[in-house]
């Protein structure tokens, strides 16, 4: 598996890099069009030329719960973008990546509705709630990703740090974020490729 992430200049802007929408998919085009910011825009374009690399521009085509591959079967991907990251990972297999900022306090309440009873023990009982929030956060939203079920799921019926699922997500912290990616089989952090790159390689 490989895990690709860019962190965006706070200078730079959508109209920046708009000329580059030419070289995507009709579906990842109308993808940007429905957004309303430009904040977002740029960040589902980013996704868009993560993806085009990633695939080297071969044909799309979409599975069950619209979870999109190369036609020919040969490889996976799924993108997250939040704040100033956006990534992606690929793979062999069915797959989910999230990535998310880690919040603030007010925040954390989420963690009483919507998480598993273990998984709130492990966020309040960590020295950093926020970190440990998110961490637990972007572990469901991969797994929900991989699986193409989606956020309406019951996020309280499932424990994505206890086995058996736990084996099957890796994470990450990033300088004031969390990654996570889950796969459909057994994964180690030694099992990623992790990488860092600058906008100019994917423009």
């Known amino acids: 598996m490989e895990v690709k ?5 706070k200078n730079i802007t959508y109209n920046d890099l ?5 070289l995507l998919s009709d579906h990842r085009r109308k993808k940007i069009a429905r957004y309303r ?3 977002d825009k740029l960040r589902s374009l980013i996704a868009g030329l993560l993806i085009r690399q990633a695939t080297g521009g071969g044909e799309l085509v979409f599975g069950e719960h619209e979870k999109p591959y190369l036609a020919d079967g040969s490889l ?3 993108v997250s973008h939040s704040g ?12 989910g990546v999230d990535v998310e900022a880690i919040p603030k306090p007010d925040r954390l309440s989420i963690a ?10 492990y966020v309040h009982g960590s020295a ?9 956060w972007t572990r469901k939203e991969a797994y929900l990703k991989c699986t193409g079920e989606g956020i309406s799921s019951d996020l309280t019926a499932f424990d994505v740090l206890s086995e058996p699922l736990s084996s099957r997500i890796v994470t990450r912290d990033l300088d004031g974020y969390c990654l996570s990616v889950c796969s459909t089989h057994l994964i180690s952090e030694e099992d ?6 600058e906008l100019n390689q994917i423009v």
């Open 192 to 197: 990623i490729y992790f990488s860092k790159l």
């Open 84 to 95: 100033e990251i956006v990534a992606i990972a690929t793979d062999s297999c069915e797959l």
């Open 76 to 78: 996976y991907f799924s």
């Open 37 to 39: 910011f430009d904040a």
């Open 112 to 121: 009483d509705r919507f998480f598993h009873p273990c998984e709130r023990d």
């Open 18 to 22: 708009s000329r580059y929408e030419s």
């Open 128 to 136: 950093d709630e926020a970190r440990a929030f998110c961490r637990v």
């Open 5 to 9: 992430y860019i962190i965006l200049e």
